[in-house]
């Protein structure tokens, strides 16, 4: 596979196709797009032109970013057209296996034997979208977060058979983008989504138990934990928090909702080690040591992010939309 990115197509130019064209373009590729007629492929490249104008004048990109996509993005009138030179096919097209199948079909006839292959599919699994391709070794997920142009983090997942000199070359193309990768595993809604989806559902959990409201909860995430997570992961959090206590946590969860949230056997482990996380024996991702700098930075980190929020005031949410039923609040 090809080790320099240079020129990229992008194929299905909607929110998200869109949106990475964009990213790429910024950084400086040459990038073509293709949706799937060339009228609405066109009204795609219009809107990622003016777009760009808009963001550019309000400050939210770069000076200089709106001629950039202006230059570095054009249309094709046809997916092989669109495919043809790239050194990388980024298949941003509808989340269905019955679309993205014969797409990625017709990309791989229409693409250089060695072009790299991404999907930026949220939750299919690579390995399953790998079976329409015949060199799937040039296949990897590459799976960006909406809106593209503003969340830095990106997905890489390799399928089994991913040949490691793309997954490198991918990984310098994001690093060239300004953004930051991390590699995972091929297991259905990899991290991003599983983690998300999991939040969300205990959520509805919540208010179907009567617990709280569903406007009631959005406070509490975005202003309790939700605070942290621009700047810290989960394992950090508790490595901060301290694992042992954690686990005393822990126990109070299983014996109201059972094995479903025991300790984990990486916890306990971690802790019947001496392991307790900065304060003493380190964590799971953070070494003991002096915690200075680290509580400095929080400090830092979560006043400067008080301080932006009171800029930006409250999100225009409207009214309350669905209240959930009285019924169900017990
Ligand atoms: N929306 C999100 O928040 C988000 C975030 C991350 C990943 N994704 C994933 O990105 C992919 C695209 O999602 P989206 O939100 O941009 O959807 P979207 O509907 O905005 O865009 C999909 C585009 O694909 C085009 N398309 C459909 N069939 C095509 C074909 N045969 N050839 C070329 N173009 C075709 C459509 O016309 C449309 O413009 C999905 O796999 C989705 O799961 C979405």
Excluded at 125 to 142: M, Q
Excluded at 249 to 267: I, K, N, S, V
Excluded at 290 to 309: E, M, P
């Amino acid at each position: 596979v090809t080790d320099q990115i240079e020129r990229v197509a992008v194929v299905g130019a909607g929110y998200m196709g869109g949106g990475i064209a964009q990213v790429f373009a910024m950084a400086g590729l040459d990038v073509v797009i293709v949706d799937a007629q060339p009228s609405l492929t066109r009204r795609h490249l219009d809107r990622l032109c003016r777009e760009a104008e808009d963001f550019e004048t309000q400050g939210l990109f770069d000076p200089g970013s709106a001629d950039l996509v202006r230059a570095n993005l054009r249309v094709a009138d046809s997916l092989p057209e669109a495919v043809a030179e790239a050194d990388l096919i980024e298949e941003a097209v509808l989340e269905q296996p019955e679309v993205k199948g014969p797409v990625l079909k017709s990309i791989e006839e229409a693409a250089r034997p060695d072009a790299i292959i991404g999907s930026n599919t949220s939750t299919l699994p690579i390995g399953e979208l790998a079976a329409n391709l015949t060199h799937a070794e040039r296949f990897l997920g590459v799976h960006f977060s909406n809106p593209a142009p503003f969340i830095p983090g990106v997905e890489l997942i390799a399928h089994a058979s991913t040949d490691e000199a793309a997954v490198l070359s991918v990984e310098a193309l994001v690093a060239r983008t300004g953004k930051l990768a991390a590699r995972v595993n091929d297991k259905a809604g990899f991290v991003l989504n599983r983690l998300q989806y999991i939040l969300l559902k205990e959520a509805i959990n919540l208010v179907e138990e009567g617990v709280a409201t569903a406007e009631d909860i959005d406070i509490v995430v975005r202003t309790t934990f939700g605070y942290r997570l621009p700047f810290f992961g989960p394992f950090a959090i508790a490595d901060m928090a301290g694992l042992d206590v954690y686990q005393a946590c822990f126990r109070t969860f299983e014996e109201h909702y059972g094995e479903r949230l025991a300790a984990p056997d990486m916890l306990t482990d971690l802790v019947d080690h001496g392991h307790h996380g900065v304060k003493q024996g380190g964590g799971f991702v953070i070494p003991a040591g002096d915690q200075a700098s680290l509580i400095a930075y929080r400090n830092t980190a979560y006043a400067k992010l008080g301080q932006l929020l009171r800029e930006l005031g409250p999100a225009p949410l409207g009214p309350p939309a669905h209240r959930p039923p009285s019924s169900t609040l017990h």
